[in-house]
């Protein structure tokens, strides 16, 4: 410990850090680029930043989170132990983020994967965003003497129809030279831009129109995926997917708005987070293919309405404040350098337009790729994350609003929660002998028990008399998997034997208690929609669901627990990752891009948390499923 | 002299630089900011850059510009002069730029003016291409949650009818706070870009929309002007010019084309001298009336293809070259920071639209501001200066040219030639008894002659007979007037005794060659248009003279010395600087800009250069007024 300095270095990552004394072990991992697991965002509340202190002191506050033995073994909240002395600190693999820093395949499997599109949607005309075209102008002549300019624009409108077109300065004055070095020969890239102008991007010597590149990104609060599309084939040739680095900060978008606007240089961090890794896996996916960076013209992104302003730098504090104003629903078009993207010094990136503070790109761009638009069907979609988007309507109307779900169906805020990331329980059954059945992602020992997994537990508690129809452990099964703990009960999904952190899987009461709170807000939201509009559930003809999340859900599950209205199974359709493929579609025309526009525009955005019928309708969804049992005609029948 | 550097300074400038010997004095006084006439570019051709060697040694060629009495008094051309040692260098005042640096108010007048629009040419929609809204936005609330940016679009709709709207990131990442601050009252500014799109290009708190200034400009090859435009009124508040600073790399669009090629920075030198001088005379506008260069957010310039090449830094090389190719002719519009213009930090520059290599955005300005585009009257445009560009048409069509008039009209290539300033004898004549009266610019003596100076001399000395119709000296006149000097006969306007340069002022047999040649061209453009057409000079109903040069000129004499076509005088009308008042229109008036660019589009430009019939023609023209003396018959009749 020098003067006023304390040295904090983290096992494993063996990396080290100097603060001052009162520091939080928290702040001083985020200086050393160690991550740490936080929800709260550092308010010692989630208890998910577990950290051992192997050397030195800290101190510290008494909290619920650890138990005696665990204090005992020097686990602290690293939110919560303040820096006294040197310290080595070990970071456990539960609380650990760095070494995900690329996800595996098989999450990049989950999280990326884009559903074919489905029949009878009308397809966009192939007219990408950024385009290249081979050029041969005819030398002037006294009989053909167009500046050079206006020869270059004439042999480009023989190439493609938009009549607007605009060139830089620094391109106009390399273009005499480039022209004449090169035979008259050269290729040009045009970007779209805003409001339909096609900006010249490059000029390069001879033919390279066949190394045109964009990328279609999905900009999760949780994951970041990037796809890589050939242009001319509209083909994605890569795609990577990685934890956003924002995490650091806090899991869900209310915690990084606090970052943003509490700290003095909260919002560049988060900004540079997110930045960086996309950079990452832009880098990656070039290399992998033998690609510079360079061949990258167009970014287009989707994502939550927080996570687009974070990506472009503005300003958040009022998207969480009420009346929830964001800075731009439709931000325009800038140079992808602007925030610090490494493609094309050129290149352009587009953040798709979204409704509202909480219904964001993520959702337009979903619906685009959905169809559902373009349908007389009346359908309902559903994009459960963080937050849980649902929107209702058909090819006349769209109506949205968003359910603050909280992170219980990402993991969070549950005792063993953790994302759908390896080690995760995704699917659970319990058997007629009492025996609980589940499916690990990756097939290796359980961590902990992610959305899926936690939706098919509580199903199977309920069918199993464990839970009531409260939501309350039933006293009476007490035994070997349902046991009293110090403050409460919980169910073993899986003893510390059998799990790869040596501690239980559990299920708590807290647990189901944070989770009915979060399928009836889902559930309420789209009963609001259908109610507002004066429709009942029986008329919606299509559920789709979105998001890396429902691809794993067990819909007679949801609808036993109450997250899904109880309609019949083949009206619903998992499209995996449509905000992705929305972004991926706009990449390749323009015409996707007008429609993604025009359901923004006429997409109406019902606020719900200050709608008194809203929380009546919520609380009546506070129980499994609902205190209405005649809503869920087929639970009510199936439990006789 | 320090190891291989002489010290060379100048007098009366008191400037000083240090060269390796072998330096010309021209390229030393260039490095020292002293500016000397040189209107060959350093060829040793036109003797201009006369100077003074007080002290030290340098090497020259002899030269016929120089008289023995004046190398004997150490007169040296600055162009063929190599420094040997430390010098002394007068530059005497015929030969000196600095000081000139800002025009005297009387060639504001001369090249400033604009005529007020003609009667019954239709007047343009006022629309300025920037302009200023002071909006009151409703703050937001639950039932009308809009993003800050739609927010601000909505109230902008109530001002502006323009669809295409554009906001850059920086701005948009102030906007939130800029908003609440200000009581949700902010003045935006927006400007013309390309295609149509209006850009944000400020947001103030308040209103500030009092404050919206533009600048109008015409970039001369010689003389440059701005004016400064309130672009709430319409009014011109302020007007400035100054000769071009690129004059001392040459003073026609020919040297500067072979600097800004054959110099490794030539090209940015050249730009460097007229964004320094636009900024000068900017400031000084702005200084006068207590504004900042911020204020000013549109900057409209017209100017001949080179000069608008020059100001953008694009190639001009292919310009000089057959088959006379621009880089551009409709630039597109960007930051007036790119070239470096000061003033608002995102305010824009738009150049004008041009035809052609040698037929500029000055022509189409000017025809915008003649309103001859919009008239069934078939029309003549002239338009003499270094370059003489003729136009023909009406509502209908539009065919234009240029003929390479030389520099003889702006003075240059003369022996006592000057520019329209202060101490140029611009009226002539010869009185019945012999005598000589002239008017001087600014009343004092005379230095020089300038362009109409010389036609009225021309005219007259024709009628004295002292020229014969084939523009040669009539030896029989030989007298005190008519003098043979070592190498050819010339005539004396002014002796030394009345001369302000202790000089003759005379013109020479060789300086009537030079304008011979001259006037020729202009003719004979303007013939060339009038047959390619099918025409008569008869049917011509209205002539254009744009330019500080036309306003000057007597009509009859252009016609005796067939200059000008033989039409009957009320049918000619001198517009003033029309390129000027087209510029202006242009900033006033998107609907103007848009004419203006249709009348680019539908010039039909006619290369003379490799025409046969003109070779022949022009051949023709050199006479007084012309070999065939049916085309003047006015003049015919005068002579009996």
């Known amino acids: 410990m020098s003067e006023n300095q304390c040295e904090i270095a983290f096992l494993p990552a063996g990396k080290a850090t100097q603060v001052p004394p009162g520091t939080t072990v928290l702040e001083a ?6 991550y740490i697991t936080s929800i709260c965002g550092g308010e010692g509340t989630c208890g998910k930043c577990r950290v051992i202190v192997h050397r030195g002191e800290v101190e510290t506050k008494p909290t619920a989170h650890l138990t005696p033995e665990e204090v005992e073994e020097g686990y602290v909240l690293a939110c919560q132990a303040q820096v006294r002395s040197d310290l080595v600190v070990e970071v456990p693999l539960e609380s650990r983020w760095e070494g995900r820093a690329l996800l595996a395949d098989i999450d990049v ?53 938009r009549p607007l077109k605009q ?18 020969q050269v290729t040009v890239t045009l970007g779209q831009r805003c409001c339909s102008v096609m900006e010249v991007l490059d000029l390069e010597p001879g033919d390279t129109s066949h190394r045109s590149y964009g990328a279609a990104v999905d900009v999760g609060t949780t994951t970041l995926v990037v796809h890589l599309v050939d242009l001319t084939t509209g083909q994605t040739v890569g795609s990577r997917a990685k934890y956003n680095s924002q995490i650091r900060y806090g899991e869900d978008v209310i915690s990084r708005i606090i970052h943003a606007t509490q700290e003095k240089e909260g919002l560049t961090e988060l900004q540079s987070c997110v930045v960086r890794d996309l950079n990452q896996l832009l880098r990656a996916l070039t290399e992998e293919r033998g690609l510079s960076p360079r061949d990258v013209t167009y970014v287009v992104c989707a994502g939550n309405t927080t996570m687009m302003h974070l990506l472009l730098g503005l300003e958040v504090a009022h998207i969480r404040r009420e009346p929830y104003i964001p800075t731009a629903c439709c931000p325009p078009v800038i140079r992808a350098a602007e925030v610090g993207l490494r493609i094309h010094e050129r290149g352009l990136l587009r953040c798709l ?44 109307w769209l109506v949205c609003c968003s359910a603050s779900a909280g992170p219980a169906f990402e993991g969070g805020e549950m005792k063993s929660g953790m994302r759908a990331a390896e080690g995760a329980i995704e699917k659970v059954s319990i058997g007629p002998d009492g025996r609980v059945l589940y499916q690990v992602i990756g097939n290796g020992k359980p961590r902990g028990i992610c959305g899926s997994g936690l939706i098919d537990c509580v199903a199977e508690l309920v069918r199993t008399h464990y839970v009531d129809r409260a939501g309350q452990f039933n006293r009476e099964q007490l035994g070997p998997r349902l046991r009293e703990e110090e403050y409460e009960l919980e169910f073993v999904l899986a003893p510390a034997e059998e799990s790869a952190t040596g501690q239980d899987v559990v299920v708590t009461q807290s647990d189901l208690d944070v989770f009915i709170r979060s399928k009836g807000a889902v559930y309420t939201a789209a009963e609001s929609l259908i109610s507002r509009l004066g429709c009942e559930f029986s008329e919606v003809e299509r559920v789709y669901i979105a998001g890396g999340f429902g691809n794993y859900l067990d819909i007679r599950n949801a609808i036993t627990i109450g997250l899904m209205p109880d309609l019949p199974l083949e009206k619903f359709t998992f499209i995996g990752n449509a905000s992705l493929a929305g972004a991926k579609m706009c990449l390749l025309s323009q015409e996707a891009l007008e429609e993604t526009e025009r359901i923004a525009a006429k997409m109406t955005y019902f606020e719900l948390s200050t709608d008194p019928k809203f929380m009546n309708d919520f609380v009546s969804s506070l129980f499994l499923p609902h205190t209405d049992l005649e809503k869920f005609p ?4 199936q439990m006789g």
Chains 1, 2 share one sequence.
């Open 167 to 184: 060139m830089d300065l620094e391109t106009l004055q390399r273009l005499p030279h480039l022209l004449r070095e090169n035979d008259w």
């Open 634 to 637: 087929s639970v009510a029948r």
């Open 109 to 161: 499997i989950r999280f990326g994967q884009i559903a074919p599109p489905r029949p009878g949607t009308r397809p966009y005309r192939d007219d990408p965003l950024a385009k290249k075209a081979a050029l041969r102008l005819s030398p002037p002549t006294l009989a053909d003497n167009l500046s050079d300019l206006d020869r270059l624009w004439r042999e480009v409108d023989r190439h493609f129809d």
């Open 353 to 396: 337009p979204g409704v509202a503070a909480y219904v964001g790109a993520d959702i337009t761009a979903g619906i685009l790729a959905s169809g559902l638009h373009q349908s007389s069907e009346l359908a309902l979609y559903f994009d459960i994350g963080t937050n849980g988007e649902v929107a209702l309507g058909n090819a006349d």
């Open 29 to 34: 991992a985020r200086r050393a680029g160690v």
